[in-house]
């Protein structure tokens, strides 16, 4: 039986969007087609406009970010897609609902415990759905992970370590525009670390109860760039990057230039700021404890200025344990024009894997990734990881398919999250920058989320 596409809106045209607007006008036209989209900046919908054109498509009506109701109903909408900054999802996905459309908001749902209270109450108040987008799930080793745990081949969980290592590119990225305050992003353990979160609560099926977190800004920042004797720092990297590693020239790649330098006139946003900023109000090294109503315990730890970028996750079993690890960027490379060997539009390329053979043959850490299970009283064995398609470790790509066909939460995996794990991930990271405010360990149940 054939049915009609979706009717599509989008909030927020930036970087992510693009993957969503690729989505409606390539693989999943046949079920999707965006009809109307909104952002402060009209440069970067005339950006995404082009594509539009080029596939001989009427462009999405567009609407100012004040009229979000009217989009809705005069578009007769029946999903809207949130992919402004983490700090506006509640607004939007609140307001979307109220106006009567189904909402799919990228990770995070929201930055705060209001935020997330103002959704349930629009969520119940609309009887419509909110989903959010969690991409790692969806990538075949946290799969393959999560299968592992699933087969009962470690017993019952009874702990987890997990580590999560952002890059002097990836890493560097987030302290250069709007993440780099608080307010804007909820810092790394809300911005970052509710997908870690969320993976944890998924692989182990269970819900956090309570959260002690430590950490700091200790390697970004004025004071850091100070304390280390780091000198005059450069307002801004475009013009500066050919010989400063921290440095992000918005003129080298043609999506930077497109999406962030030819418009920053309409709303002053600079792509490119100083890493080494006075002002930068988010952590650089976080570490966190987290309790869970099954009795297990995580130890997790993020860094977001290490030399290789990747993670390594351990989970004990009364029968054993599992461990993943994934090296994502072997390394950070300087060229010999003294330039980041990395694709800039894209902070996971890899500069290692592109050499292939010519790589230096001392370099102990090769990208890839490495699923072990050791039983007790057995030897280690591998466990095998399907290849994946497409960005985020292979995540994308089925995320993308499981979205716009919506299926149903009974997957096999359970990967397509909905509301309540959105909650379940924020919450981690609500209650751990509480825990950094006070010093103290904060219980879920005091964070009143009403969920
Ligand atoms: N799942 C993932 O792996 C992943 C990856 C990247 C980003 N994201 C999420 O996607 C969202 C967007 O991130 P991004 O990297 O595309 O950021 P971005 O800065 O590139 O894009 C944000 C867009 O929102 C617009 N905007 C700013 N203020 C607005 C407002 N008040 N109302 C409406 N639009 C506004 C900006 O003009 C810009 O076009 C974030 O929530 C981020 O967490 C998720």
Do not use: C
């Amino acid at each position: 039986m054939n049915t009609a596409p979706e009717r599509y809106g989008l909030i927020g045209t930036g970087s992510r969007a693009g993957m969503y607007i690729g989505a409606t006008i390539g693989d999943h036209a046949d079920v999707a087609t965006l009809v109307a989209w909104a952002d402060t900046n009209p440069g970067r919908l005339d950006y995404y406009e082009r594509q539009f054109t080029d596939a001989a498509l009427p462009a999405p009506t567009r609407y100012p970010v004040t009229d979000i109701e009217r989009m809705v109903t005069e578009q007769k909408l029946d999903r809207v897609v949130v992919t402004s900054p983490d700090f506006t999802h509640a607004e939007y996905v609140s307001r979307a609902l109220l106006a009567g459309a189904d909402v799919v908001v990228e990770k995070p749902l929201t930055t705060d415990a209001d935020g997330v209270r103002r959704i349930h109450a629009a969520m119940q108040e609309s009887g419509h759905d909110v989903i959010t987008t969690f991409n790692y799930r969806y990538s075949p080793r946290n799969s393959s992970l999560k299968r592992l745990i699933g087969s009962g081949a470690i017993g019952q969980v009874t702990s987890v370590h997990f580590e999560w290592a952002l890059d002097t590119v990836h890493g560097a990225d987030y302290f250069r525009r709007w993440h780099r305050y608080k307010a804007n992003s909820g810092g790394l353990l809300i911005h970052k670390a509710s997908h870690h979160f969320d993976l944890v609560n998924w692989w182990i099926d269970a819900a956090p109860v309570r959260v002690f977190a430590s950490g700091g800004l200790r390697f970004y920042g004025a004071e850091n760039a100070r304390a280390r004797g780091l000198g005059e720092r450069p307002e801004r990297g475009t013009g500066h990057a050919d010989h400063d590693p921290f440095s992000l020239d918005l003129s080298h790649d043609a999506v930077h230039k497109g999406l962030y330098l030819d418009v920053e006139q309409n709303d002053g946003y600079l792509r490119d700021r100083d890493v080494f900023d006075e002002g930068i109000t988010i952590e650089d090294n976080l570490a966190v404890l987290v309790d869970y109503d099954t009795g297990a315990t995580m130890s997790y730890s993020l860094n977001a200025h290490s030399p290789w970028e990747g993670y390594r996750v351990t989970v004990n079993g009364t029968e054993g344990r599992a461990e993943l690890e994934v090296i994502e960027r072997g390394a950070v490379l300087i060229g010999d024009d003294g330039r980041v060997v990395v694709d800039p539009s894209n902070p996971n390329s890899n500069p290692v894997a592109a050499a292939g053979d010519e790589r230096d043959r001392t370099d102990l850490r090769p990208n890839g990734e490495r699923l072990i299970l050791q039983r007790h009283w057995e030897a280690a064995q591998e466990i095998e990881i399907p290849d994946g398609i497409g960005s985020h470790g292979g995540g994308d790509a089925y995320l993308l398919d499981h979205l716009f066909h919506r299926t149903q939460v009974d997957e096999p995996l359970h990967r397509v999250a909905g509301f309540a794990d959105g909650v379940r991930a924020v919450s981690v990271g609500i209650a751990a920058n509480r825990s950094l405010e006070t010093g103290a360990p904060v219980r879920y149940i005091d964070l009143d989320l009403g969920v």
